[in-house]
């Protein structure tokens, strides 16, 4: 697993260094993203430029890419897509070095190799989008709290290390603000921590563990105090992309379609092997995948957001009914995969439970779909917010099914090809 994140990890970088190096051109959000890096990067960062913030992510980011702007001088464009880059291999470098901390190495290598197999992730390595960035902090902010949480007494080098994870927790969320659902996954993850803790030391963890909690408010607050609410003021009043508004609302269908693209990448992650477990319920299990499939199909309009799938089932729709078909189908098997994973996940529960990578993936990823019940505006679901939970799916997708046999290799394979041909489709007829 470790040899071959490397070299996943080596054919990304050059494939994202080459495209930066030769192709110079806006692709996808580029221009959207280079306004707010243009911004930090002439007027530098404080209130008033945060304020400004045209876009609906976090000002972080933006701020990250323009020190590279700042720093290198030469094309804007070029310099931020540089400093994406750079997030993406400290990225890995945190999970490497960080995994041999770990009391559960695999399970880190397994969440790096998934979030650099993902069909959006080299097309967030070759551009100006903020993903990279926000990885960067959540991962390093859950590695750190993680390892703050496991060990067995408080002494100050843990202290730090969980008030630092706390802190990157935080920064993680005014990078993208879907990362909030890390910071009530890990308020239950301490809860669960903190029963185990010897009584005469309860009260002393609890206080740490809520200071860790505290660092992490700290960037959230601030933000939300200059921006008066947890969306730029720019994106509240739909001076964003194509006149799109983000504010605090309720949408009830949202977690819906977040709930779809997370079964969806979890058939793909655990493909074929989610359909060779035998147990009593497989035939109930069928019946309900079938029928939500065919509810789902009816849906496909309301469910399906831009991205790779809605390109595949737009072309399918030159044949009769394809695309409904077909997309009936799909979700049929995303429902069976998630239905089955649960009942594995409860079946192994006390094993899960002891791993607490993977339970706080779980927690994540749990709190990530409710979290979009709160996203009002008519902001689109984009199936490329999927890759911002890439690491948790992995952890997930790896705990049910540690191995990586030849037909699930070769499913990655193809999601790793995916991602290529992503990346350099912006270059065919330039």
């Known amino acids: 697993m470790h040899r ?37 990067a002439v007027n530098g960062f404080s209130a008033a430029t945060v304020r400004a913030n045209n876009n609906a992510p976090g000002p972080t980011s933006y701020a990250w890419m323009a020190q590279f702007v700042r720093l290198l001088k030469g094309s804007e464009l070029r310099s931020a897509r540089v400093g994406a880059l ?14 041999r901390w770990s009391a559960f190495p695999e399970t880190w290598y ?10 959006h992730t080299l097309t967030a390595m070759g551009s100006a989008l903020t993903e990279g960035p926000a990885l960067l902090f959540a991962v390093l902010g859950v590695m750190a709290w993680l390892y703050f949480a496991s060990q067995p007494a408080l002494t100050p080098r843990t202290i730090f290390v969980g008030m630092l994870g706390g802190l990157c927790l935080g920064v993680a969320v005014t990078c993208r603000q879907y990362y909030l659902a890390l910071l009530p996954a ?6 669960h921590r903190w029963r185990s803790v010897p009584r005469e030391a309860k009260t002393r963890w609890l206080l740490v563990a809520v200071g860790t909690l505290a660092m992490a408010m700290i960037p959230v607050i601030t933000l939300a105090w200059v921006w008066k609410g947890l969306s730029s003021p720019g994106s509240v009043l739909g001076q964003t992309n194509a006149h799109t508004t983000v504010k605090i609302g309720l949408n009830l269908w949202r977690p819906v379609i977040a709930a779809f693209y997370v079964a969806f990448y979890l058939l793909w992650l655990t493909f074929p092997a989610v ?46 009914h394809g695309a409904s078909v077909l997309f009936a189908l799909i979700s049929t098997l995303s429902i069976y995969c998630f239905i089955a994973l649960s009942i594995m996940a409860w079946k192994q529960r006390a094993q899960l439970l002891a791993c607490a990578p993977v339970l706080f993936a779980l ?18 679901y984009y199936e490329r917010y999927i890759l911002q939970i890439a690491p948790f799916l992995g952890i997930i997708s790896f705990a049910l099914f540690p191995k990586l046999t030849i037909p699930r290799g070769l499913v990655f394979l193809a999601l790793f090809a995916l991602s290529q041909g992503m990346l350099w489709r912006y270059t065919v007829g330039r």
């Open 363 to 380: 927690l994540t990823v749990l709190f990530f779909i409710l979290e979009q019940v709160g996203v009002g505006g008519n902001l689109l």
């Open 86 to 99: 750079v997030s993406w291999i400290l990225l890995a470098a945190v999970v490497l070095a960080g995994a």
């Open 186 to 191: 890990a308020a239950v993850l301490a809860v």
């Open 4 to 40: 071959l994140t490397l070299a996943v990890l080596l054919l990304n970088i050059i494939s994202a260094a080459l495209f930066i190096g030769f192709f110079n051109h806006p692709v996808y959000d580029d221009n959207y993203s280079m306004y707010d890096v243009h911004n930090y």
């Open 275 to 320: 359909f060779q477990v035998y147990g009593k319920r497989r035939a109930w299990v069928a019946v309900c995948a079938v029928g939500g499939g065919i509810i789902a199909g009816q849906l496909r309009a309301s469910i399906i957001q831009p991205g790779p799938l809605a390109s595949f089932l737009t072309w399918t729709a030159r044949f009769p």
């Open 110 to 119: 397994s969440a790096l190799l998934v979030t650099l197999i993902f069909p």
